[in-house]
Nanobody
Framework: QVQLVESGGGLVQTGASLRLSCVAS????????VGWFRQAPGKERDFVAA????????NYAEAVKGRFTISRDDAKNTVFLQMNSLQPEDTAVYSC????WGPGAVRIGNYDYWGQGTQVTVSS
């Protein structure tokens, strides 16, 4: 079992940056691939980014490539999502999820453990 808690969301203007944190407890974050997903109102949950359990491989959705960066700090048992050049279409609830010994997959079904989410709102 692992528990995930996200933080760092907020209300920002177009072009601003935010850094989301996903803190793991109960297990070492290095035992899991961690993915970030987002869900906008009235839409399905979409993949954003993921990092493999080894920390050596990352994966990004096309919509965020070049703007978002996923990273992991093993000492803090935390995975970060640095989001730059935010746009109104990035507005969503962002959730992190863990996949035991996973490759950092795109598919939601790969992930067994989920956080509660943090709201990101980008105003135009």
């Amino acid at each position: 079992q692992v528990q995930l808690v996200e933080s760092g969301g907020g209300l920002v203007q177009t072009g601003a940056s935010l850094r989301l944190s996903c803190v793991a407890s109960g297990r070492t974050v290095g035992d899991f691939a961690v993915g970030w997903f987002r869900q906008a109102p009235g839409k399905e949950r979409d993949f954003v980014a993921a990092i493999s359990y080894t920390g050596q491989s990352t994966n990004y959705a096309e919509a965020v490539k070049g703007r978002f960066t996923i990273s992991r700090d093993d000492a803090k048992n935390t995975v970060f999502l640095q989001m730059n050049s935010l746009q109104p279409e990035d507005t969503a609830v962002y959730s992190c999820a863990a996949d035991p010994w996973g490759p950092g997959a795109v598919r939601i079904g790969n992930y067994d453990y989920w956080g509660q989410g943090t709201q990101v709102t980008v105003s135009s």
